[in-house]
């Protein structure tokens, strides 16, 4: 079914929701009782990539309707209201680079400049979006109607060899922080730790010294991307719980950047909270040859798609859309997803697996689960599966504001 001709019954729902209780299904195919319990919950997701599309010379308009057929995002306002996302944490990512002074400080600017357009966002809507800095913030944003935007950082490769950095984005807002990414780097072995290898054991000294550091200011600590040694060491040493803030089930599909079900409870024991990926769900078979030869014509043609602007980058996305068309890329679909979120919730309980991690805008999404207008699927099968409204609560989000909350009160108590 086209989508495009359902959308305006779903804006229906969003802003008029009585409206939708004569109508039925809705345009994702969820039913007006789980939609309205969907959008009453307070919903956040601890991994926007989003920020990335700020920054592409092109630039991208958060307050516009996109289509995810078309351009591949995941994310905007409108989008959020049809998905019922009240907010989450907005990633400075920052892709690994040499351990060099030349690499550490380039990444440093561009890491500041990233932060800087989050801000920008924020500033040039603010009847639509503000910055939340404690767990009373959120709060306050999400009752005054407005959408929470926390500032989190993927890869602390960009504090170089200076620790007293994660106190500078501290101060721009960062609440969530992970120490490493795809690449072992100066902080801490990486899930995939490419060509400097497991160099650590784990964390490094200046990993052990971030993990203090971010405990003390009242950050709350991502473990994804992080190797398994790396992820118990947190555990064992951070003062408060952690997050997995996208993170996927070891035992559903062996693969690094998922983790083994003893390492979860662990975490949870802890307290921390697992929020759901939907990559890595299962070993996908590679794409054909066919499809192979034709995204390499395509890169040939176009070069580096961020850079792509105006006519040139619609002409590019019509061809990308022919292409999918004709040799669709091999996807997991939304219940492989479910079948992850069950299978760690049974594991670890309610109260340590959160909803919102799929890593939208980072490679996220499925085969019917394409962005966050989606999000209420997943609320409508776990109500069916027995799961309560207060449950849903906790999964969607306030599992995550009992972490972040945790992080505030130690650093409160510690503060000199
Ligand atoms: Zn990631």
Same mark, same amino acid.
């Given at each position: ?37 969907? !959008? ?8 926007? =990539? ?18 995810? *057929? ?7 306002? +409108? ?16 892709? !690994? ?22 801000? *920008? ?8 979006? *503000? ?22 950082? *993927? ?66 600590? =991502? ?9 118990? !060491? ?37 307290? %921390? ?11 996908? +078979? +590679? ?12 890169? =040939? ?47 670890? %309980? ?67």
């Amino acid at each position: 079914m086209a989508r495009s001709k359902l959308i305006p019954f779903a804006l229906l729902c969003a802003t008029a929701l009585t409206a939708c209780s004569t109508l039925s299904p809705s345009a994702i195919g969820v039913s007006p009782e789980a939609m309205a319990i969907h !959008q009453r919950l307070l919903s956040l997701d601890t991994h926007l =990539d989003t920020p990335a599309l700020l920054d592409a010379p092109r630039g991208y308009d958060i307050m516009k309707r996109h289509d995810v *057929e078309r351009d591949g995002s995941q994310v905007d306002l +409108p989008r959020m209201n049809e998905g019922g996302l009240d907010g989450g944490f907005w990633a400075i990512y920052m892709g !690994q680079g040499p351990l060099t002074p030349e690499g550490y400080a380039d990444i440093r600017d561009k890491a500041l400049i990233r932060s800087t357009s989050i801000h *920008e966002m924020v500033a040039a809507n603010p009847g639509a979006f *503000e910055i939340a800095l404690t767990v009373d913030d959120a709060m306050r944003i999400h009752a005054a109607g407005k959408k929470i935007v926390f500032l989190s950082m *993927e890869n602390s490769y960009e504090l170089g060899d200076d620790i007293t950095l994660i106190d500078t984005f501290f101060k721009l807002g960062v609440r969530l922080i992970g120490p490493v990414h795809n690449g072992t780097n100066q902080l801490a072995d990486s899930a995939n730790p490419g060509t400097v290898g497991a160099k650590w054991g784990g964390l490094s000294p200046m990993g052990r010294a971030f993990v203090k550091r971010a405990n003390e200011l009242g950050m709350v600590l =991502d473990g994804s991307h992080s190797a398994d040694t790396t992820v118990e !060491q947190m555990i064992d040493l951070s003062a408060t719980p952690i997050i997995l803030s996208h993170h996927g089930v070891r035992a559903l599909n062996d693969h690094p950047r998922n983790l083994p079900d003893a390492l979860l409870k662990k975490l949870a024991a802890r307290g %921390g909270v697992i929020q759901m990926n939907t990559l890595f769900l299962k070993a996908s +078979p +590679p794409p054909s040859a066919e499809r192979v030869a034709a995204l390499k014509a395509l890169s =040939d043609k176009y070069g580096t798609v961020a850079d792509l602007t105006g006519a040139k980058y619609e002409a590019y996305l019509d061809e990308m859309g022919t292409l999918n068309r004709t040799y669709p890329a091999p996807m997991a679909d939304f219940e492989d997803y479910m079948k992850q979120i069950l299978y760690g919730i049974k594991l670890l %309980g309610v109260d340590h697996v959160g909803l919102g991690g799929a890593d939208w805008d980072g490679g996220g999404g499925l085969s019917g689960y394409r962005d966050i207008t989606y999000m209420p699927k997943v609320t409508e099968r776990l109500l069916k599966a027995g799961y309560t409204e207060a449950d849903l609560a906790k999964m969607w989000g306030g599992n995550v504001l009992r972490v972040v909350k945790a992080a505030q009160d130690y650093a409160a108590s510690v503060k000199k």
